[in-house]
């Protein structure tokens, strides 16, 4: 021990440990979370040892998401193999110790308003405090890209997203839409439809953006009251839904959410049906009878039309260091090659450019599909969307 030091100055005594501390950090009730949130998906999914690379560590690891919360940045500098899974630090971290005022601020490691990845990170959206944390990743995915050598020696950039954000204005305008390319929503669009943004909305149509939750925070739902023989509600982020009678009355008559997840389910396929019979989707149907539905690229990597007969033409499909040379056009073929003599799908191809306006009639189906609450984050919306992309494949 060294030197005794002079005497501080009298002031107000700090907040005591056994008042702040311990409402949380004793060993009952720590032991109480970690028991919920090992029945979470945050715990449960493939995190840490196959979403350790640079593009799915910002969400999917607690080292990622400290990175990216951190310097503010989309995604981390580079790939993390020694990522550990989410755990409590990844969402929690302490600026103060006195908990009476901005609680929600003072416990969680981020919430602060959240640059959407739907507009390339340059516009921030505020979803509240507790919202803003889980926003950050549970948005549309962002701009994924790469660089690559063409035929001539050029090094150009490819982007998986090129239409983000979509633009009703350019809904007379064409789209080549090409192998690699896509308006993919990642399967965690949750605040996105919660909040009524970023699907895309035709031209002169109405659109019902809030609703009777919009100003609810997540946990209002998704941590409700823990129940230990459904292992729903509290750290398991999993709705207790037994919980939900208080405002929804869930009998087999009149459950408000099987209602709309029906409702909203059936509007899917009925989209689907319709991007298949306007040759943008193609459809298939497992052994179980369950219909599913992808976009069919109209363009190979290129931009080169796929025809809709047989063709001996060698199309390019995948980009990737090793290449060839096209005997047809010169060109340097990345990755994987296709003729459309031996890909059955061209009779399925629509044979041209796609309409704007099909471009997001594709993407909303994704966008409410992917979203994976079946509309019960926003029911009016999610059944606007839909229903205006019917409408418009109809119409022509």
């Known amino acids: 021990m060294g030197l005794t030091g002079a005497p501080g100055q009298d002031g107000t005594n700090g907040k005591d440990a056994n008042t702040a501390c311990l409402k949380c950090h004793t060993t009952a009730?720590?032991?109480?979370?970690?028991?919920?949130?090992?029945?979470s998906k945050h715990f449960l999914g493939t995190t840490s040892t196959s979403r350790n690379v640079k593009y799915c560590a910002r969400c999917h690891t607690d080292d990622g998401f400290k990175e990216i919360t951190g310097n503010g940045k989309f995604v981390v500098n580079n790939d993390i193999p020694a990522a550990v899974r989410i755990n409590c630090s990844t969402c929690h971290a302490h600026s103060a110790f006195n908990f009476t005022g901005d609680t929600a601020s003072y416990i969680l490691r981020t919430t602060t308003p959240v640059a959407l990845n739907y507009y390339n990170n340059t516009k921030t959206q505020d979803f509240g405090k507790i919202g803003n944390l889980?926003?950050?990743?549970?948005?549309?995915?962002?701009?994924?890209?790469?660089?690559?050598?063409?035929?001539?020696?050029?090094?150009?950039?490819?982007?998986?997203?090129?239409?983000?954000?979509?633009?009703?204005?350019?809904e007379s305008t064409t789209v080549k839409f090409t192998v690699g390319t896509n308006f993919s929503v990642h399967d965690g669009n949750q605040s996105n439809l919660f909040a009524g943004i970023n699907a895309y909305e035709f031209a002169?149509?109405?659109?019902?953006?809030?609703?009777?939750?919009?100003?609810?925070?997540?946990?209002?739902?998704?941590?409700?009251?823990?129940?230990?023989?459904?292992?729903?509600?509290?750290?398991?982020?999993?709705?207790?839904?037994?919980?939900?009678?208080?405002?929804?009355v869930l009998t087999s008559a009149t459950d408000h959410i099987a209602m709309t997840q029906a409702a909203i389910t059936a509007k899917i396929a009925e989209l689907g049906e319709a991007l298949v019979a306007k040759k943008l989707f193609t459809k298939t149907v497992s052994t179980a009878g369950v219909a599913s539905y992808s976009a069919l690229p109209s363009h190979d990597f290129y931009g080169v039309l796929f025809p809709t007969t047989a063709s001996t033409t060698l199309f390019a499909t995948a980009l990737a260091s090793a290449n060839t040379v096209s005997p047809t056009t010169g060109l340097v073929i990345y990755g994987n090659t296709v003729t459309l003599a031996t890909d059955t799908k061209y009779a399925s191809r629509i044979g041209r450019e796609w309409k704007y306006g099909e471009l997001g009639a594709a993407y909303n189906f994704g966008y409410i599909n992917s979203e994976l609450s079946l509309g019960v984050h926003n029911p009016t919306y999610a059944l606007q969307v839909l229903q205006n992309s019917i409408d418009y494949l109809k119409s022509y």
């Open 204 to 248: 002169g149509k109405t659109y019902t953006k809030t609703w009777k939750h919009s100003t609810n925070s997540c946990i209002d739902c998704h941590m409700n009251a823990y129940d230990a023989g459904t292992k729903t509600g509290g750290h398991s982020l999993i709705v207790n839904k037994a919980k939900c009678v208080e405002c929804h």
């Open 134 to 170: 889980c926003s950050t990743c549970h948005q549309i995915r962002g701009v994924t890209s790469v660089n690559y050598t063409d035929a001539l020696g050029a090094v150009k950039t490819f982007s998986q997203l090129p239409f983000f954000p979509l633009d009703n204005a350019k």
């Open 29 to 39: 009730v720590m032991d109480q979370k970690k028991i919920e949130y090992q029945s």
